[in-house]
């Protein structure tokens, strides 16, 4: 069976949130029992309970299978982080500013790389009036 979520990611999200199993139960409506056989590998968490889970621990569903969270430290904005995503069916353009998990139309877009500028689109700066 393919792992989708394991309980190693689980458990080290609970921790992380400093949870108990008990607690993470509570907010999923199943019992203390369940979680740790997650934990242990006994089981799996239904498919239904991956919204949840992940709202549990503040990541998205996409982080939460992946294992890998998306830390944001994008204390202020920062143009040099500025990354560009454009989705191949509607053409739909997204900016975002440090680490990100960008969606559309189901797929996961990843950012543009950036072009060199050739001669035409070289950057310059002028003066205006003492500026």
Same mark, same amino acid.
């Given at each position: 069976?393919?792992?989708?979520?394991?309980?190693?990611?689980?458990?080290?999200?609970?921790?992380?949130?400093?949870?108990?199993?008990?607690?993470?139960?509570?907010?999923?409506?199943?019992?203390?029992?369940?979680?740790?056989?997650? $934990?242990? /590998?006994?089981?799996?968490?239904?498919?239904? !309970?991956?919204?949840?889970? =992940? +709202?549990?621990?503040?990541?998205?569903?996409?982080?939460?299978?992946?294992?890998?969270?998306?830390?944001?430290?994008?204390?202020?904005?920062?143009?040099?982080?500025?990354?560009?995503?454009?989705?191949?069916?509607?053409?739909?353009?997204?900016?975002?500013?440090? $680490?990100? /998990?960008?969606?559309?139309?189901?797929?996961? !877009?990843?950012?543009?790389? =950036? +072009?060199?500028?050739?001669?035409?689109?070289?950057?310059?700066?002028?003066?205006?009036?003492?500026?």
């Amino acid at each position: 069976m393919n792992q989708y979520v394991t309980g190693t990611i689980i458990k080290e999200l609970r921790e992380k949130n400093k949870m108990t199993q008990l607690q993470l139960a509570e907010k999923l409506g199943v019992s203390d029992k369940t979680v740790s056989k997650w $934990e242990t /590998a006994k089981g799996y968490p239904d498919i239904t !309970l991956l919204e949840p889970i =992940a +709202e549990a621990f503040r990541i998205s569903v996409t982080e939460l299978i992946s294992g890998n969270t998306i830390h944001n430290a994008n204390v202020s904005a920062n143009m040099l982080r500025s990354k560009f995503y454009v989705c191949p069916v509607c053409g739909n353009v997204i900016h975002g500013m440090g $680490e990100a /998990a960008i969606h559309c139309h189901g797929m996961q !877009l990843m950012p543009l790389e =950036a +072009e060199n500028a050739d001669e035409q689109h070289v950057v310059f700066i002028e003066r205006v009036e003492d500026e």
